[in-house]
């Protein structure tokens, strides 16, 4: 079986995105409902990585949006677990902004989620992994 850490580095959860006008706003940037939205999916897919149980968005805590994404760029979103409590788990969720045609990357955006285990009747149950 494997130990918390290793669980948590096998959970790391990666997903790359083309900023393509579809997702951005009038300023020609990553519209931010979007973001949260792709924020949301990737914390609740490395929590099911994570326990392999049914998982829901209880809370999302604090998301800083420290830089726009433009169109034409890379954003790269990378979720962890941060901690694991009775029947809840934290994921950080950390956006970086690439360019298409250099090397440059920075970090655009970052937020924490807290998820939580639920049974058929939707009551939180244990975390057991
Ligand atoms: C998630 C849900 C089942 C939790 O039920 P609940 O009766 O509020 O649960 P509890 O008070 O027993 O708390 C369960 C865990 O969540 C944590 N929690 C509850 N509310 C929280 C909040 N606002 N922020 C952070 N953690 C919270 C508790 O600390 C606890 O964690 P722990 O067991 O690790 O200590 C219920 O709130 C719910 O169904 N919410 C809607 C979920 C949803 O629809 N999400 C969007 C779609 S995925």
Redesign the pocket.
Same mark, same amino acid.
């Given at each position: 079986m494997a130990s918390l850490q290793e669980r948590i580095d096998m959970s790391v959860t990666r997903t790359v995105k083309a900023i393509f006008p579809n997702t951005t706003n009038h300023y020609d940037t990553l519209f931010g409902g979007t973001a949260l939205m792709w924020m949301d999916e990737l914390a609740?897919i490395t929590a099911t990585r994570f326990s392999r149980q049914r998982m829901?968005?209880?809370?999302s805590d604090r998301v800083d949006f420290k830089k726009p994404v433009p169109a034409g760029t890379i954003a790269e979103l990378i979720g962890r677990v941060t901690h694991v409590?009775?029947?809840?788990i934290i994921i950080k969720v950390e956006v970086y902004l690439e360019q298409m045609y250099s090397d440059e990357r920075e970090k655009a955006m970052e937020g924490t989620f807290?998820m939580?285990a639920?049974d058929e009747h /939707? /009551?939180?149950v244990k975390?057991s992994y």
């Open positions: 609740f829901v968005t209880v809370s409590g009775t029947t809840s807290t939580v639920i /939707k /009551k939180p975390i």
